[in-house]
């Protein structure tokens, strides 16, 4: 009854700048941190940006600097300002939230179905 929907992706050129948008909707009573991770072919899902409910962020070594992680409370909602964007960005990028249900059940790995960034050279 959680659901998390991506969206943003798309072909973009080195150096250019795209934005990925993550929706939480259901019954949801709070959200104590977001995140986005990134898969690459043939490599493993890896860490890009979390940002906990009292906004604190954390970065991954190749997105510091260039990608920022940011949310809007009310709408449950989380992006990912991508700038400065390289070819080895390519990947599917996955949106993860810990979220407590109307229920009181914590679950901390509900995953968006990813969105496709694809960096040309």
């Known amino acids: 009854q959680v659901q998390l929907v991506e969206s943003g992706g798309g072909l973009v050129q080195a150096g250019g700048s795209l934005r990925l948008s993550c929706a939480a909707s259901?019954?949801?009573?709070?959200?104590?941190?977001m995140g986005w991770y990134r898969q690459a072919p043939g490599k493993q899902r890896e860490l890009v940006a979390t940002?906990?409910?009292?906004?604190?962020?954390n970065y991954a070594d190749s997105a510091k600097g260039r990608f920022t992680i940011t949310r809007d409370n009310a709408q449950n909602t989380v992006y990912l300002q991508m700038n400065s964007v390289k070819p080895e960005d390519t990947a599917v990028y996955y949106c993860?939230?810990?979220?407590?249900?109307?229920?009181?059940?914590?679950?901390?790995?509900?995953w968006g179905q990813g969105t496709q960034v694809t960096v040309s050279s």
């Open positions: 993860n939230a810990d979220i407590t249900t109307v229920a009181l059940q914590r679950k901390l790995d509900y």
């Open positions: 259901g019954t949801i009573r709070s959200i104590n941190a």
């Open positions: 940002i906990t409910s009292d906004s604190t962020t």
